[in-house]
């Protein structure tokens, strides 16, 4: 691939290419930097975030490619904070052999989701976000550890920050077409998926999100706020708020509404639990969600 020749030909349809970046010699110096650093060597890496940094903000681009995945870190290294603090809890000592597997399991997991973003982010010339946790004043006030609501049971706020985590991947893939990185963060999306429905199970309920669930009610599978409420935290960047996303009721989908022509015995629950909704940055940073949760 030669890098120089595909900027040549951007230069014919964009004047302004060559100023976009610091010059054709320092690309070729940035680009063997990045290829001993990055943790990925994977070439398309560093030309998708080459350009997005390029052309952010000239084509209606929200963010860069590094800052998606600084959000991702940070909802990763929220997620792995909260369940170190599970794991070092008496509730957790006290529990059955299965479900301590599981969490341990889980754990694990965000560890391995945490590396690869740090990795990533890393192999762009970028600080990883650090320092993100879960709010240890609200996690000492979660006294049981799997019965109750949200406000009572740790796993009652796993399934919360699973469900969140799932919607929040869904909500940014858009801004990864045409890189690599949305591969990255699609591997993540679909074993957080996975986690929430084993969290689910583990507590009764449903695997998948539906209106029946015992928390069905809470913010979290609604929307319609109107800011973010720590826009800016860990340096996070926040797109600019458009329209609520669907919430997890819905049962219309690209405006074809679900209920109609699949039987009589398929409901409005059946239709509103067969598909999966994203939420913006601003709906999932918002207080009344993960923004109320995040603190020391």
Known sequence: MDLFKIIDQLAEVDADVLGR????RAIFGSLGTAAKRSALAATPLFL????QKAYAGTTGTTATAVEVLQYALALELFEQDFYAKVK???LYTAASATDKAAIDQIKKHEDSHVTLLQ????GMSATPVSGVTFKSAVFATLVTFKTGGAATSQLGIA???EDTGVRAYKGRAGELLGTDLLTVALQIHSVEARHAAKIRVMRGQLAWVNPADDLAAHPVYTSGVTAGSNPGQFGLVVPAYTTPSPTENNTTQSAVPITTGLGTTYTASDAAAAFDEYLQVAEV???SRAGSLIGA
Not at 119 to 122: K, L, T
Request: glycine letters at 10%; zero cysteines; aromatic letters at 10%.
């Open 21 to 24: 970046f610091d010059s054709r």
């Open 159 to 161: 399934q919360l920050l």
């Open 119 to 122: 990795g990533a982010i890393s």
């Open 88 to 90: 070092a809890s008496a």
């Open 48 to 51: 998708g975030a080459l350009f």
């Open 285 to 287: 940073l918002d207080n």
